[in-house]
C-alpha cells in the first residue's frame, strides 16, 4: 500500500514539474527587451529638409514638390461646419442594446433628423447617429421592420 502511494507522490510531483518546464520554456515573454538599448540608439537616417519641425507653412508635398496650402485655412471661419454620420454595428437580436444607444447619447433630435434649417447646418443638426445591420434572421425580420418604422 505504501509503494502505491509512493508512486503516486512521484507521479504527482514529476507532472508538477513537467508542467512548469513546459510552461517556462514556451513563455515568450521571460526574458525583458532591451528597451533601453532600443531607446538610446541614434536614428538611421535623417528626415528630408521639409520635414524638420522647424521649418515653417507651407510645406512642400514630398510627391510633387509644389507648395502645400497653410493650415488652418485664411476662410476658416466662413466654411460651413462638418457634418458627422455615426454608425453603430449592430445585430439582430440585440434591441435593448440599440434603444440603450438611443435613449442615451443618440437621443438628441437633431442628432437623428440630420441638419435642420433652424440653426442653418450649424452647431450638432449635421450628426446622424444610424444603425448599421446586417440580413436578419428569419425569426428577427419583422421585429426589425417595425423598429426601423418607429425609429
Given amino acids: 500500500m505504501s509503494f502505491q502511494i509512493l ?4 507521479l504527482s510531483v514529476f507532472a508538477i514539474f513537467l508542467t512548469l518546464l513546459l510552461i517556462h520554456i514556451l513563455n515568450p515573454d521571460k ?3 532591451p528597451w533601453r538599448a532600443y531607446c538610446s540608439m541614434p536614428s538611421s537616417s535623417t528626415p528630408p529638409d521639409y520635414f524638420s ?3 515653417l507653412y507651407p510645406y512642400p508635398d514630398p510627391t510633387s514638390g509644389k507648395l502645400l496650402p497653410s493650415f488652418p485655412p485664411a476662410n476658416l ?3 460651413p461646419p462638418a457634418g458627422l454620420f455615426i454608425g ?3 445585430i439582430d437580436s440585440a434591441f435593448e442594446r440599440r434603444m440603450l444607444v438611443r435613449s442615451t447619447w443618440a437621443s438628441h433630435p437633431r442628432s437623428r433628423d440630420g441638419a435642420s434649417s433652424a440653426d442653418d447646418g450649424a452647431g450638432t443638426s449635421r ?3 444610424r444603425f448599421i445591420i446586417g440580413q436578419p434572421r428569419k ?3 419583422r421585429r426589425i421592420k417595425l423598429e426601423m418604422d418607429s425609429a
Fill in 7 to 10: 508512486t503516486l507522490l512521484l
Fill in 31 to 33: 526574458e525583458p527587451l
Fill in 53 to 55: 519641425p522647424s521649418s
Fill in 77 to 79: 471661419d466662413t466654411l
Fill in 88 to 90: 453603430v454595428f449592430s
Fill in 127 to 129: 450628426s446622424i447617429v
Fill in 139 to 141: 425569426a428577427w425580420e
